[in-house]
């Protein structure tokens, strides 16, 4: 603790935030030892965004109804309509081959399916054959980010 204390006070010493006061003339300051400032501050890494499948796996073979479970990192998800840095809401285009312009709104129709309400997961019905699944995430207008958050695309095998 006392370490992660003298990181804090030498981060804010740093930065400005604090500004030494000198003691009153009649107050007797112990001899300190001379301290050194750190020359470096540490800088944690960003993460590149990223969306990814949970399930179904790549290869699958599945009955109806298809539970797809959509995961995120690097990112938060927000509902659409709700402007907020660094979110956004899936999109799962399904059996689309080419991808749609990524600077407009992604269309709505049973090969893009929105999840403006923030949905992590949903079940589809999808008929018996090979089908693709691939993830977009879009900002608060349905527009994908700038590159675009996409998963690679997966392919499944509906049985039923």
């Known amino acids: ?66 539970t797809v479970q959509f995961g995120l990192k690097g990112m938060g998800v927000a509902p659409a309509g709700i402007q907020k840095e660094n979110t956004g809401h899936h999109h799962l285009l399904i059996d689309v081959e080419t991808l749609p312009d990524m600077r407009k709104p992604l269309p709505a129709d049973d090969q893009h399916k929105h999840f403006g309400g923030g949905q992590t997961e949903t079940q589809l019905t999808l008929t018996p054959g090979k089908h693709t699944l691939q993830l977009l995430l879009g900002d608060q207008i349905h527009i994908p980010h700038n590159p675009p958050v996409l998963s690679d695309k997966i392919t499944i095998l509906v049985t039923e």
């Open 1 to 66: 603790m006392k370490f992660l204390h003298s990181i804090i006070i030498s981060t804010a010493l740093i930065n400005g935030a604090y500004a030494a006061t000198p003691a009153p003339a009649s107050v007797e300051t112990p001899a300190k030892a001379p301290t050194k400032a750190p020359t470096e501050i540490p800088v944690v890494a960003s993460v590149a965004p990223k969306v990814y499948f949970i399930a179904p796996h790549n290869g699958a073979m599945l009955k109806n109804p298809v």
